[in-house]
């Protein structure tokens, strides 16, 4: 039977665990949850998912919610069918793994929703003008939490070594929309940084989630009541791949605005 994941395409964290299923190879079934009718907020959801986000995870009797425990059961679940990406079998490298993974979620990740809040969902969404010391404080974050990277990457291939890992492929759901952005040049200008993303992006479920436009919020708005609303935004739905002056992708917006109400 396959396991259930309920979530929503847009949301990184919800791609978070469905790609580790890909990697995988592991069946399952994506279970959309309509944020537009508060279907998170639910009492069906919140019984997955009692901090009405998503994603939530159901194997059988089993329910998981929060998306990094959820890919790390998955990764245990079907480590015979895929690669070893938690590395539990060597105590060192699988301590590597769980220090790189908690990087990617206290400074990296921080880091990046700052400056799209501030960006993106502000000017657009809200008519807002940005914090620019907000804005600059970040980049340089970022900028410093890259300038690790680029050290530990100019000495194993891979965040956690010279083997890929959960550690790394925990970024991609993010780092596939910045490397798209103004932003770009904070990897571009990193040449390990940049090989390393290069790597991660030449990976079989990476391509399979591009080419399904999985990362993205188009698919999902064909098949929500999003189709109903979306005029209310600034743009229209049928412009949503549309870029701005400053090169941002319009649906990138849209996406962090719903992963500021619950995507998480």
Not at 24 to 37: K, N, Q, R, W
Not at 140 to 155: I, M
Not at 194 to 216: C, V
Not at 217 to 234: D, G, I, Q, Y
Request: aromatic share 12%; glycine share 6%; net charge neutral.
């Amino acid at each position: 039977m396959a396991v259930k994941v309920y979530g929503a395409e847009m949301s990184t964290a919800t791609v978070r665990v469905l790609m580790c299923l890909e990697e995988m190879g592991a069946e399952y079934e994506l279970v959309p949850i309509d944020f537009s009718t508060g279907e998170h907020k639910s009492p069906p959801h919140l019984a997955r998912n009692p901090f009405g986000q998503v994603p939530a995870f159901e194997d059988g009797d089993l329910m998981l919610f929060e998306s990094r425990a959820i890919s790390r059961y998955v990764l245990r679940k079907y480590k015979s069918s895929g690669p070893d990406l938690l590395r539990d079998g060597n105590l060192e490298e699988s301590a590597m793994v769980d220090v790189w993974l908690e990087v990617e979620a206290q400074q990296y990740e921080k880091a990046i929703s700052a400056i799209y809040i501030e960006t993106v969902i502000k000017p657009v969404f809200f008519g807002g003008v940005p914090d620019e010391k907000v804005v600059a404080e970040s980049v340089e974050k970022l900028g410093k939490v890259l300038d690790v990277y680029e050290a530990r990457l100019s000495e194993s291939k891979y965040l956690a070594g010279d083997f890929l890992s959960f550690a790394d492929l925990s970024h991609i759901p993010y780092t596939h929309h910045i490397v798209a952005s103004p932003h770009a040049s904070l990897f571009e200008s990193r040449p390990h940084v940049k090989a390393w993303w290069e790597s991660l992006a030449s990976r079989p479920a990476y391509k399979k989630f591009e080419a399904l436009k999985r990362f993205g919020v188009c698919s999902a708005l064909e098949r929500c009541s999003w189709n109903k609303t979306f005029t209310f935004f600034p743009f229209k739905l049928e412009c949503r791949k549309t870029m701005f002056a400053d090169g941002v992708h319009k649906q990138l917006c849209l996406l962090l605005l719903l992963r500021r109400h619950g995507l998480r």
